[in-house]
T-cell receptor, first 115, second 115 residues
Framework: DTGVSQDPRHKITKRGQNVTFRCDPI?????LYWYRQTLGQGPEFLTY????????KSRLLSDRFSAERPKGSFSTLEIQRTEQGDSAMYLC?????????????FGAGSRLTVL | AQSVTQLGSHVSVSEGALVLLRCNYS??????LFWYVQYPNQGLQLLLK??????LVKGINGFEAEFKKSETSFHLTKPSAHMSDAAEYFC?????????????FGKGTLLTVNP
């Protein structure tokens, strides 16, 4: 078990460009989450997948954002026409469907800087 | 609105001193409660969680937290700080009656340990 992997770890882009982040969850976890963390703030929920189905999207996720989880394994988060306000750490987490607290395991994050 | 408040964005203690990081939440129904720690350039790591049962929960690295329903609090403590405890700490809550997977995080408390 290698944990939750995210790629790339850092991305610097110019305003208006598209970026894509990838998340590989723990293999036996069927739940996958994306969170966004800006400087001085705690992580904020963006979206949630159970297997390949995207079950919830936060209002923070504008039309420029799209997330997918084909085949219920890895997930991608794409941001189109990036804006400076998109600069943040994008965190992926996964968990297994079990009774109780549904503990999330987080990846190290993908830091986006939009110039 | 349901919220999580961490009092003190920055706490500084001496090595060997008591660590107390405060967390309050707004809900009349006891939620599930978590503390996560984030070291620089790393993802969030679960320290401990409260779901039901004993209100004093023990976690990793000598940390513990006590759920106090009457105070809607879940403060994190450690009797003796170690240099390796320096990190950012996040309180997170899974509120009852809402999504059974979404966590709401506080803004975090940066812990500095002085030699």
């Amino acid at each position: 078990d290698t944990g939750v992997s995210q790629d790339p770890r850092h991305k610097i882009t110019k305003r208006g460009q598209n970026v894509t982040f990838r998340c590989d969850p723990i293999s036996e976890h069927n739940r996958l989450y994306w969170y966004r963390q800006t400087l001085g703030q705690g992580p904020e929920f963006l979206t949630y997948f159970q297997n390949e189905a995207q079950l919830e999207k936060s209002r923070l996720l504008s039309d420029r954002f799209s997330a997918e989880r084909p085949k219920g394994s890895f997930s991608t988060l794409e941001i189109q026409r990036t804006e400076q306000g998109d600069s943040a750490m994008y965190l992926c987490a996964s968990s297994s469907q079990e009774a109780g607290a549904n503990v999330l395991t987080f990846g190290a994050g993908s830091r986006l800087t939009v110039l | 609105a349901q919220s999580v408040t961490q009092l003190g964005s920055h706490v500084s203690v001496s090595e060997g001193a008591l660590v107390l990081l405060r967390c309050n939440y707004s809900s009349s129904v006891p939620p599930y409660l978590f503390w996560y720690v984030q070291y620089p350039n790393q993802g969030l790591q679960l320290l401990l969680k409260y779901t039901t049962g004993a209100t004093l929960v023990k976690g990793i690295n000598g940390f513990e937290a006590e759920f106090k329903k009457s105070e809607t609090s879940f403060h994190l403590t450690k009797p003796s700080a170690h240099m390796s405890d320096a990190a950012e700490y996040f309180c997170a809550v899974r509120f009852s009656g809402g999504s059974n997977y979404k966590l709401t995080f506080g803004k975090g408390t940066l812990l500095t340990v002085n030699p």
